[in-house]
C-alpha cells in the first residue's frame, strides 16, 4: 500500500540543508516525492511510499537536520501519484 502526504515545514529551515538533508532520508527510505524552498520562508515537501516510510518521513520533518529549528509542520494526506524517485525542485511541481 502506498501513501502520499504533503508536509510544509515552518522555522528555521532555510539555509540550513534542510532540502539536501531530506532528499538524503527520502532515498534511505525508498520515499519518492520532491522538495522545495517556498518564497514565505518555509519548506514544502511531497512524499510517496510505504506507511511506514513516509510516517519516518514526516517524523524527521519535526526535527530536521542539525542546524534547523523547526516551530511547525503541517501534513496533509493526498491521493498518491506513482511518483518515482526523489528531488530537490525550485517550485512546488503540483
Known amino acids: 500500500m502506498m501513501i502520499r502526504r504533503r508536509v510544509v515545514v515552518w522555522g528555521r529551515v532555510q539555509g ?7 532528499r538524503r ?8 516525492g520532491w522538495v522545495c524552498n ?20 514526516c517524523r524527521w520533518c519535526a526535527v530536521g ?3 534547523a529549528a523547526v516551530e511547525r509542520v ?3 494526506d493526498e491521493p ?3 511518483l518515482s524517485g526523489f528531488r530537490i525542485v525550485s517550485h512546488a511541481p503540483d
Not at 540550513?16 to 531530506?22: G, L, P
Not at 517556498?38 to 518521513?57: H, I, K, Q, S, Y
Open 65 to 67: 537536520p542539525p542546524h
Open 16 to 22: 540550513v540543508f534542510f532540502r539536501d538533508s531530506c
Open 25 to 32: 532520508e527520502a532515498t534511505r527510505h525508498s520515499v519518492a
Open 80 to 82: 498518491p501519484r506513482e
Open 38 to 57: 517556498r518564497p514565505d520562508g518555509a519548506v514544502e515537501a511531497v512524499f510517496e511510499g510505504t506507511p511506514d516510510a513516509v510516517g519516518a518521513l
Open 74 to 76: 503541517d501534513v496533509t
